[in-house]
Every structure is written in structure tokens, then in C-alpha cells.
């Protein structure tokens, strides 16, 4: 399940709008500017179903999030999308997946708390006895670099 | 015949006589002419497997990919509490605070070991810094690495996080380290090849209950390890997907 975001969850001044999701999901956002630095030397890990809904978050997720295990099992993967990130993006990302190819770039994540964090994301399918059972996505630190480049591309993506 | 046992040619020297008393005490426990072969670098052992001499494999989480998907291997076990970690390390003088700070051209040591090398370039991705930009100063152990950074011919360090710790103290004073991951699902497994598999539960059991009994505790003691922990096809598969995403 996923829910619209509550304005006692957020820290700091927030904005608010409504973002469509993937099977026509309405979810309202509340989005801060505040940005969370990612953490040296972590990764950030999950792993969803062939329908993106999670199955599993590693701690390094839980933290960054700011959403508990138990909020995240089970709630579409889009529970992290950031109105900022431009749909053309995630269409890449499972137009590549759903070919059986690995997909990376750099993602806007949004936070239960409204904020947000980049992250340099790889995702593959799980291919068991020949079938993709589900998807793993691995972020990892972005280069500044690269996150200013995005900063400037993807509002022109819309 | 004997069988074929090796392990990965990363493991710590300290620890290499623990591997033949380990194999002595696998031979008795299983009845079967088991035979350890060391090699000194990859190259020659990934030969090995590629010519199917290899049997039983303590492997290190790069090759375990291969060994599940090109040749059959299934996963046993992994030593408790042990997980492969990297650290990126500079000579304490260098006044570099952070790896985003780094800059094209900078001298990386690092030994060919596969998975430690992988998560330390990963750690340099956030300086802009990959195969293409750096100047690499191969090291044939991770004291060379260390040495390197001591007379300036490198300015960052590629370690395994077990290999840094294990350094003097008067080694580590004159360093500093930068970036350490904790990544925490890496490891390496002891794995089983095809002509062994019929045997697969009766080995994983002994392992699983080797700490359990006096002579199998001292064993451990000599691996440095304080028992085993079943890895089951799953966490395998697993682990083998985490590698793909971050092998690019």
C-alpha cells in the first residue's frame, strides 16, 4: 500500500503536489529542499517483485528513507519517487529491466520526512531458473558531478 | 582420485596452515582423498576451475558468480560474522579529507584481488575517479599498498578492511584512512563443485556443526574463524545479483 504524505511527517517548509504513479496511483507529495548527504562507503539495497513492490530493504534503505521496514515491505517502490525526477527516467529504467538488461543513472529520492537524497542506482532483474522473479536495485554514492549535471537535465525532460 | 580443494588466493597468510589442518580434519570426517592445492594468484586458479580440476572452493564473492552460473557450484557455507569490506587509504600527510577531493590522474595501489578492488573503485566513483583516469600501481600484497603510500609512489590505497587492521600499528600511524565500506552482505563462501554434490548435506551438516565439538573448535581457531553459517541457493542467487549491479 502506499499513502499520501502527512504534513506532521515533515521537517521544515514544505511544498505540495500530486503525482501520478505507476498503475495510475494518485499520491499526494510533500517535498522540503532540505537534502540528506549520502553516507560514505554504503550501499543502499531492496529488492522488489516483478510489479516493483517491495520485498526487501537492507538498514543502509531504512535509514535513508526514513520510512520503517515495516511501512516499506510490501509498498510500490515508487513510495521513494520525487516530483523533481522526470517520468521519461523510470520509463527507461523498466523499458531496459523488462529486457532482461541492467539499467543505471542517477535518482532524486524522496524522504518520509519530505527531504531528499541523490543516489547513483544499478538495477537488474533476478532471473531464477530462467525466469525474472524480481529486481534488485543497488544505489551507491553519486559524484557531485554528475548529481549538478542531472540537476540542470532533468527539469527539461517534463 | 582425490578430490580438488583450494581456496581463494586472497585469503590471510597468517591463517594458511589453518587451511591444511582444516582440509586434514574435512578428509577424516568425510572418508574421501581430498587434496588442497594453494595457488599464489588468481590467474592460475581461475584456470584451475576453467579446466574442472576444482572441487570444493572457499571462493571469494567475484568468482562465486562464475562458479554458480558457468560451472555448477552450489554454495555451502560462510565463516560467522564475516563480511568483505574495503578501505581507501592516503599517507597521513596528504592533506586530502574526502574522496570527492581527489582529481584525475591520482596514483591508485591496489592488488589484483577482484571484490576488494571493485568496492574500492566504487568508493572513488564520487571523485569523478574510475579505470579510465587513474594511474594504477599494481601491488602484489596489501603491505606493498601500504608501502607505496609511505614513499609517495601512490597517493591513495585500495585495502581489504581485514588486511588494513592487520597492519602494525607503526604502519597505521602513518596513514589515514578515508573512506571504509560497510556493505555488510560481501563474503566469501565455501562452495561445492559438481563431482562433490552427492555429498552436499552430509559436508554442509559437519560443517555447520563443527564448532560444536572439541577438535572441529580448534580447527576454526586455526582459520580464524568461530564457526560456519549455512548459505543457503537463495542468499547465493542474492549475492551474485548484488555483484552484477556493481560490476560495470
Known amino acids: ?158 | 582420485m582425490a578430490f580438488m580443494f583450494t581456496v581463494s588466493p586472497d585469503f590471510t597468510p597468517d591463517h594458511l596452515s589453518g587451511w591444511y589442518i582444516f582440509n586434514t580434519w574435512l578428509q577424516k570426517q568425510t572418508g574421501e582423498g581430498i587434496h588442497l592445492e594453494m595457488y599464489d594468484d588468481f590467474n592460475s586458479q581461475r584456470q584451475a576451475i576453467k579446466d574442472d580440476k576444482v572441487d570444493l572452493i572457499y571462493a571469494n564473492p567475484f568468482d562465486a558468480a562464475m562458479l554458480v552460473r558457468e560451472k555448477g557450484f552450489l554454495p555451502l557455507v560462510k565463516a560467522d560474522g564475516t563480511a568483505d569490506e574495503a578501505i581507501i587509504a592516503v599517507n597521513a600527510d596528504n592533506k586530502v579529507e574526502d574522496v570527492a577531493h581527489l582529481s584525475p590522474g591520482v596514483k591508485v595501489a591496489y592488488t589484483d584481488d577482484p571484490d576488494v578492488k571493485m568496492m574500492g573503485m566504487i568508493m572513488l566513483e564520487p571523485g569523478d575517479l574510475d579505470a579510465t583516469n587513474i594511474v594504477p600501481v599494481i601491488s602484489d600484497t596489501y603491505v606493498l599498498v601500504a608501502k607505496h603510500l609511505l614513499k609517495g609512489e601512490a597517493d591513495v590505497g585500495i585495502f581489504l578492511a581485514e588486511a588494513y587492521d592487520d597492519l602494525s600499528s607503526v604502519i597505521k600511524k602513518q596513514l589515514r584512512i578515508l573512506v571504509r565500506s560497510q556493505i555488510s552482505v560481501i563474503h566469501h563462501a565455501l562452495m561445492i563443485g559438481p563431482n562433490l554434490q552427492h555429498k552436499r548435506e552430509e559436508i554442509q551438516q559437519m560443517l555447520l556443526n563443527m564448532n560444536n565439538e572439541d577438535k572441529g573448535q580448534g580447527v576454526l581457531k586455526s582459520l580464524g574463524f568461530s564457526g560456519w553459517g549455512k548459505v543457503d541457493d537463495e542468499e547465493m542467487e542474492f549475492m551474485i545479483d548484488l555483484m552484477d549491479t556493481l560490476v560495470m
Open chain 1, 1 to 158: 500500500m502506499i499513502y499520501d504524505m502527512k504534513p506532521e511527517d515533515i521537517i521544515g517548509e514544505y511544498k505540495e503536489v500530486t503525482l501520478q504513479l505507476y498503475r495510475s496511483i494518485a499520491r499526494k507529495i510533500l517535498y522540503t529542499e532540505i537534502e540528506t548527504p549520502y553516507p560514505d562507503g554504503k550501499l543502499i539495497v531492496s529488492t522488489t517483485d516483478p510489479d516493483g513492490v517491495i520485498t526487501h530493504v537492507n538498514q543502509s534503505f531504512i535509514d535513508m528513507s526514513g520510512y520503517m521496514e515495516e511501512e516499506l515491505v510490501g509498498a510500490p517502490h515508487s513510495i521513494l519517487r520525487h516530483p523533481d525526477m522526470p517520468p521519461a527516467a523510470f520509463k527507461d529504467l523498466w523499458d531496459t529491466v523488462k529486457k532482461g538488461e541492467k539499467w543505471q543513472g542517477f535518482v532524486k529520492n524522496l524522504r518520509k520526512d519530505g527531504g531528499y537524497y541523490w543516489v547513483k542506482a544499478t538495477v537488474i532483474p533476478n532471473v531464477r531458473n530462467g525466469k525474472v522473479v524480481g529486481y534488485t536495485s543497488v544505489r551507491r554514492k553519486p559524484s557531485r558531478t554528475k548529481v549538478e549535471e542531472c540537476i540542470k537535465l532533468y527539469p527539461t525532460l517534463f
